[in-house]
């Protein structure tokens, strides 16, 4: 017995074994992807698939359609935007003669000026810095100025420019003299950073607050700097000291010195958790007074350093002179989630938990209604302008600011209410501490854009400074409003834009979405639809699914990770409604999206591939079991879920790569992406394309990469306008 036991346990033990030794080997079976390779975005396998299936498209990308876009995107006659820095006003500008770019400077009297008459001063041809640099190979794409900004310095002097790398969200940091418009002389110690996803802001004229790939432990599981340094001028960067650090599961680390109205300075540092939740602390205060009616009186000194700020970690926190500006992402005390709300600075850093802030103390500037959001908001000299959205139409309301006294904002009369137009308004300071005047732009489907200069204080009226020219023929173009009703009942809002015909037919639509990460989808002028797909007599249909920021927080948090189901659902809603509807087709309809747009159309592939008769996929997520371990994907977890813990049962049935079927007729797909593109990883777009059309042999499955462009797909006008192209050249073939 006792032998015979031994053995059943022996013979248990092995059986447990081999089901085991199975099961394992079913594991990896099932996660063995034979398209791995893709996800070497150079490597020479990849590439050399890469280029066949460029050289495979039937369409060319060429012809009167890039001709049209790229003279839009090349035009003198665009508005200039500008930022003001000092007594100039400085733009970064493209056209045919700079293709990389110009970054340039004038006066406000000669801007207001005739473009042709304009007097521009050339700060930095990038171009030329191109052609100077390593034989002529480099391609540095302009990603932006940091600028000290002290509201007692008249004139900066000193800026960080980054250039980036084919257009990769990774830069090169390089010091720049605004005095004598040239990079720092190297006997002066210039500030310079190799190329690495940086994050780099001055402390002061001499001393910079530095994020970056430091080596082996620097960098986050989302590629982001993990540690912040304060890097002395004249000293190496690697002997900087580590002032704050985050941990490895962040999304990442940052500091700041943040230079407020009234001479006021708050040395802050945050650790991002995840997209939405961040960890602030507080390292030192200068110039802060108790408020009126405080026991304590005089300059404010921080208990501890660094001070952790005891408010939710969902919020989004700024700084406006001796106050910290709150928008509630949750709801928090009486306000509900998407309020703003304004709290005495001591009072928040006092407070040894989030409950001990009375709600006596705290000011609400917008508290949200039904279908009435925050867009966002601007800070004047002395006034707050919020950017409004009642119904995905926006207009601007105004707080003035009163440092003296108990009552600190005062609503002044709005600068106007929602307009019967269907338009998008933004706005932002001309210069944020030393002026009341701000920027204001109003744009829609038929009406180029306007550029504005006004007085937050009501002192002058509004003038019009600019006019983009009007890039298509709109006189007979409608644009209208509509609500389709999705799976669960939610009124879903999208605007359909489209051409008065003498017979109304069924005709070629494009929906277009987007539905993540708070992102709104606004009334634009269409520079390169208009061209490509309106004139044409299309219908063009832009859908306000949820997932996105049309209303606020909880619209946004409504498609959260589990709950993604219910951006495809609304989009689908939208794409019924409108063949309900006979304005389309289910094979005359198209659908288009681009990064989490691209995950959006790729369900809508694998989900309904008889409700489109043609799919554009841009830069696309597809493979959700892996995106977390590609590139940047980590991040956005918060977005989408962990595909390594049990959120797979639900992210499974979100990932088009995992979701195609030999048993379903597919829709033409075109999918674009770029090599370089640091953020999402070309390979979901690759692979998708393989899988779909080199081993499942579905027909008219084609993919573009170009090689530079980063995320946004493109580096240069030229680059730009032959990815849109291609894709209308895709969508005229297959919706016609």
Not at 401 to 418: I, R, T
Not at 606 to 611: G, K
Request: charged share 25%; hydrophobic share 35%.
């Amino acid at each position: 017995m006792g032998v015979g036991m031994a053995d059943g346990v022996a013979v248990g033990a092995f059986a447990v074994g081999a089901g085991l030794l199975l099961a394992g080997l079913r594991a990896r079976s099932a996660q063995f992807d034979p398209r791995r390779f893709l996800e070497d975005r150079t490597g020479g396998r990849a590439m050399s698939w890469v280029k066949a299936k460029n050289a495979q498209l039937p369409f060319s990308g060429e012809g009167e359609t890039y001709d049209r876009i790229l003279r839009i995107l090349d035009s003198k006659e665009k508005i200039p935007y500008l930022r003001k820095i000092g007594k100039w006003y400085y733009n970064f500008w493209r056209d045919e003669k700079n293709e990389r770019g110009l970054w340039r400077r004038t006066t406000l009297e000669e801007y207001q000026k005739d473009p042709s008459e304009t007097k521009w001063q050339v700060v930095i041809d990038l171009d030329a810095i191109n052609e100077s640099e390593e034989g002529g190979k480099n391609k540095w794409v302009w990603s932006g100025v940091t600028v000290l900004d002290i509201e007692t310095e008249a004139e900066p002097t000193r800026c960080l420019i980054n250039l980036s790398p084919g257009g990769s969200d990774s830069v090169e940091v390089r010091e720049f003299d605004l005095s004598r418009l040239e990079f720092v002389d190297p006997t002066e110690s210039p500030f310079y950073i190799p190329v690495a996803k940086t994050y780099a802001v001055y402390k002061d004229r001499d001393t910079l607050l530095v994020g970056s790939d430091f080596g082996p432990g620097s960098l986050t599981d989302s590629g982001y700097p993990r540690v912040v340094k304060e890097w002395k001028r004249g000293t190496d960067l690697t002997d900087a000291p580590i002032v704050f650090e985050g941990k490895k599961e962040d999304v990442s680390a940052s500091g700041t010195r943040v230079h407020e109205r009234h001479g006021l300075e708050y040395e802050v540092y945050q650790r991002t958790l995840d997209f939405y939740r961040t960890e602030r602390f507080v390292k030192e205060v200068k110039g802060l007074q108790y408020p009126a009616g405080s026991p304590m009186k005089g300059e404010y000194k921080l208990k501890e350093s660094p001070l952790r700020i005891q408010l939710p970690l969902d919020v989004s926190l700024d700084y406006y002179a001796d106050q910290v500006l709150v928008q509630l992402r949750s709801d928090w005390k009486r306000f509900p989630s998407g309020s703003l709300l304004s709290i005495p600075a001591v009072i928040v850093l006092e407070a040894d938990k989030e409950s001990l802030i009375p709600e006596t103390s705290i000011t609400p500037l917008f508290v949200p209604r039904e279908r009435v959001a925050l867009k966002d908001y601007s800070k004047t000299k002395s006034h707050l302008l919020l950017v409004v959205m009642e119904n995905v139409k926006s207009y601007i309301q105004v707080w003035k600011f009163s440092p003296e006294g108990p009552k600190k904002w005062s609503k002044c009369v709005s600068s106007g209410g929602v307009s019967s137009e269907i338009l998008q308004t933004d706005c932002w300071a001309v210069d944020s501490k030393r002026s009341e005047l701000y920027w204001k732009t109003s744009e829609g489907f038929t009406q180029p854009g306007t550029l504005y200069i006004a007085d937050s204080s009501d002192v002058q009226p509004e003038i019009a400074l600019k006019n983009d020219p009007i890039r298509y023929d709109a006189s007979d173009v409608v644009v209208e409003q509509f609500q389709a009703k999705s799976k669960d009942g939610t009124l879903v809002p999208y605007f359909q834009v489209y051409k008065k015909l003498p017979k109304p037919s069924t005709r070629p639509t494009l929906l277009y979405g987007y539905g993540g990460f708070e992102i709104s989808l606004e009334p634009s002028y269409p520079n390169t639809a208009g061209v490509g797909w309106l004139e044409k007599g299309n219908v063009y249909v832009c859908a306000n699914i949820r997932g996105g920021g049309e209303f606020g927080p909880s619209w946004h948090q409504a498609a959260l990770k589990e709950k993604r189901h219910k951006a495809f659902e609304d989009f689908e809603a939208v794409a019924n409604d409108l063949v309900r509807r006979k304005v389309t087709t289910h094979k005359q309809l198209g659908c288009m999206g681009g990064s989490n747009g691209g995950l959006l159309v790729g369900n809508m592939v694998t989900r309904s591939p008889n409700l489109f008769g043609a799919v554009v996929c841009q830069c696309p997520l597809l493979d959700m079991k892996r995106y977390s371990h590609l590139l940047a994907g980590a991040s956005w977890m918060a977005e989408y879920g962990d595909p390594d813990t049990d959120d797979w049962t639900y992210l499974k049935h979100n990932s088009p790569y995992h979701n195609l079927s030999n048993d379903k007729q597919y829709p033409p797909v075109f999918f674009t992406t770029s090599t370089s593109d640091d953020r999402v990883c070309c390979s979901h777009a690759r692979k998708m394309a393989h899988k779909m059309g080199d081993d499942m042999c579905i027909p008219n499955i084609y993919i573009y990469e170009n090689i530079e462009g980063g995320h946004a797909g493109g580096s240069t006008n030229s680059q730009r306008a032959r990815m849109w192209t291609l894709s209308y050249q895709f969508l005229s073939k297959f919706l016609n």
